[in-house]
């Protein structure tokens, strides 16, 4: 109880809370949503302080590392713009949006079971600059496809805006996502892209990615995805996308024929 984020967040819930007297807003179970951003913090409160909540912010803190902090009534937590190393061990089966944005995190994997987590936002890992003597270390381990496969069957939106990968392998398991957030990363060319995708997806934003300059790019996605809605931050229709995709495929089947026949020449 004396721990300094278990006061912040009375504090806060005391000074928002309407038609509760002052013992019952000094009640930590009464509090259903935990505002501790921007508290100068190096470690969370237990959260099994808070039976009630079902929310964490705990942004634009100090956190390292984050252990053995578990609520199973907790369904959404951001920890964005910490300085997280390791995946937290945090919430519990409930958890449905997790925001580790802007964090130091390194080899990433998904340890554990989160059947209902949903949204999982991991852009922009930082960290010091390297030693010239030393390899720069990978923001996701090769294991990360796998584990989010294995471990969050319900996942329809990541983040992985600005995290230096060169492809979507990392998501070449994931048939579940509906949206995928890259921007900003040395994704080069199609063949770092179509493979990983699902006819299930929605949503795709390659923004500032070097692929996003090939103009069969959205051709590509769109036949690839017919569910397709919005690609690079611009809105398109079902007609739209269908027309676009059936123009990739009719010009592929072409060059296909074309090749066949030029090495039948040959």
Avoid at 102 to 112: D, Q, W
Avoid at 142 to 150: G, R, W, Y
Wanted: proline share 6%.
């Amino acid at each position: 109880m004396n721990h300094p984020g278990v006061k912040l967040a009375v504090a806060r819930y005391s000074r928002t809370a309407i038609n509760k007297n002052a013992s019952e807003t000094q009640k930590p179970l009464l509090i259903t949503s935990i505002h501790i951003d921007s508290g100068g913090l190096t470690s969370l409160p237990q959260l099994s302080l808070f039976p009630a909540a079902t929310k964490l912010q705990a942004s634009h803190n100090k956190i390292t590392e984050v252990l053995d902090n578990w609520n199973d009534k907790i369904e959404d937590v951001d920890l964005s713009d910490n300085q997280l190393t390791s995946f937290p061990e945090i919430g519990g089966v409930m958890l449905m949006s997790l925001n580790l944005s802007e964090n130091a995190l390194r080899n990433i994997t998904i340890p554990r079971q989160l059947p209902h987590l949903m949204e999982l936002n991991l852009s922009i890992q930082c960290e010091k600059q390297p030693a010239p003597t030393e390899v720069p270390r990978c923001i996701f381990s090769t294991a990360f496809s796998q584990s989010l496969f294995d471990n969050c069957p319900q996942l329809q939106s990541i983040n992985i805006s600005m995290t230096g990968i060169t492809s979507l392998s990392c998501l070449e398991k994931c048939d579940s996502l509906r949206q995928i957030i890259c921007l900003k990363n040395p994704v080069e060319t199609l063949q770092d892209v179509l493979p990983f995708l699902y006819d299930r997806l929605i949503y795709l934003d390659l923004t500032d990615c070097p692929v996003a300059k090939d103009r069969r790019l959205f051709e590509a996605v769109c036949a690839r995805c017919p569910d397709l809605s919005f690609f690079n931050g611009k809105k398109y229709t079902a007609q739209q996308v269908k027309f676009t995709g059936s123009k990739y495929l009719r010009e592929q089947k072409r060059r296909d024929v074309s090749s066949k026949e030029q090495t039948r020449k040959t």
